[in-house]
């Protein structure tokens, strides 16, 4: 007997209540409070509708993202930022070392201030007046805490229907809208349906879009210290053999690490006991923050690289990790996973204002165009960092800590580096700009 259930209709339909997916959400059930129609499908439980239910249902996550000041700026016209704030940590500065595990002294080659100074005068400045704090190129932002703010803004949303457990089986979009049906037997229809479940995306291959890459042979560890001595908002990158380990500050004398082991070793050390585990902490730590203890779970995933080879299909567009996963030694992904948000929302508003299809391949085109290049040069500064970095070669050492010297003693580049991590180079979007769509 055939399913008589009608079709749900929407003007937008994404698969994945990921960050990049959530943030789309917000971004266009915002700008068009009483006018659009969006749906989100997800295999995860049903988001609640009030923030304590939220708070005390979301799955524990050790990561932390280094947020850019564009990010930021984004999440702040959303109206996202201020349950992020509190506990939010902005990054003062940065310093950079490369030495072997077993160096007793790991000289700092490369320091940078990591904040936004416009060096010029305002017309609206009195002479000698005090100029307004420098703005930070990026802030620590535990990934927990971005979840939650994400999932209790949009469950506010009233004009955002979940289908969450949910999970599509087949779509088409070789119509005027793209035909959706559900594992549950529901379906739905929409001018433009929008992947968004992460890095193994099943509406990305549905949609025929194959991705390319590679193995790193490297995993990815992560978990929180406290520590006996305060951080100053520094942010340290120590570059090791096996690759690099970030200590990310934390409000409070608290920090989350980061690094990366080639994937025998670092299943040795998730295999030690507590006591085992802190020692591998300490030796990479290094006694620069005193004492210190493990307080968070211990995490790790594979490290990968891959590119979807196309960003968009008939009635389709890919955001975030389904477009792109990018090794995490700069600590980019969550940033350029917003960018893609800012830049596909900006052109659906748009198309909509100006009564166009926003499903269409030109309007698609254009995101496609906006975003594909900076996300495929991106990836490949990330490849090669960490392929130059992870090289224990001599030469190649010595040759590396000259060229972060050289670049510790140029100041206008350093600023640039800043400028580039806060996002606020290149094609900006508008929320980026913190302009509203």
């Known amino acids: 007997m055939s399913d008589t259930r009608p079709t749900h209709r929407f003007d937008l339909v994404i698969s994945g209540a990921s960050f990049a997916g959530l943030a789309l959400a917000r971004a266009l059930g915002t700008a068009f409070t009483n006018d659009l129609r969006i749906a989100v499908v997800d295999r995860a439980p049903p988001i609640a509708n009030d923030r304590a239910a939220n708070k005390q249902t979301a799955a524990p996550d050790a990561r932390a993202f280094a947020l850019s000041a564009g990010a930021r700026r984004m999440l702040e016209t959303l109206g996202i930022w201020p349950e992020i704030a509190a506990s939010a940590e902005p990054v003062t500065g940065i310093e950079i070392t490369d030495s072997s595990l077993e160096a007793g002294i790991r000289p700092v080659l490369l320091t940078y201030d990591n904040h936004l100074r416009d060096d010029s005068p305002s017309d609206n400045t009195p002479s000698g007046a005090p100029r307004a704090p420098a703005e930070p190129a990026s802030h620590i932002v535990p990934a927990s805490v971005l979840e939650r703010a994400l999932q209790n803004a949009v469950a506010a949303q009233p004009n955002v229907t979940f289908f969450m457990p949910g999970e599509i089986a087949q779509f088409s979009g070789d119509g005027a809208a793209v035909d959706i049906t559900l594992k549950s037997g529901e379906t739905l229809a929409a001018p433009l349906l929008v992947g968004a479940e992460g890095r193994r995306s099943p509406s990305r291959e549905s949609a025929g879009i194959k991705a390319v890459g590679w193995k790193y042979g490297q995993t990815a560890i992560v978990t929180t210290i406290a520590h006996e001595r305060a951080h100053g908002g520094i942010a340290t990158q ?191 979007p508008r929320l980026f700009k913190s302009e509203r769509l």
């Not at 934390?250 to 082991?261: I, K, Q, V, Y």
């Not at 670049?407 to 580039?420: H, I, M, N, T």
């Open 238 to 428: 120590h570059f090791l053999p096996a690759g690099p380990f970030a200590i990310l500050p934390l409000p409070g004398n608290r920090a989350c690490l980061t690094w990366t082991e080639e994937e025998h070793e670092a299943s040795r050390i998730l295999a030690l006991d507590d006591a085992g585990f802190l020692a591998e902490v300490e030796t990479r730590v290094g006694g620069r923050l005193g004492a210190i203890e493990v307080v968070g779970p211990r995490q790790s995933w594979p490290l990968d690289l891959h590119l979807a080879r196309a960003y968009v299909a008939p009635r389709y567009a890919l955001i975030g990790d389904a477009a792109h996963g990018v090794h995490p030694i700069a600590g980019q992904g969550v940033n350029l996973a917003l960018r893609d948000v800012a830049a596909l929302s900006e052109i659906v508003a748009d198309s909509l204002r100006l009564g166009l299809d926003p499903g269409s391949m030109e309007a698609l085109g254009r995101y496609e165009r906006w975003r594909r290049f900076d996300s495929f040069a991106s990836a490949a500064a990330f490849d090669g960092l960490n392929r130059l970095f992870s090289n224990d070669s001599m030469l190649v050492r010595a040759a590396r800590d000259v060229g972060l010297g050289l670049v510790d003693r140029l100041p206008g580049l350093k600023s640039r580096l800043v400028a580039e991590a806060a996002g606020l180079t290149g094609d900006l």
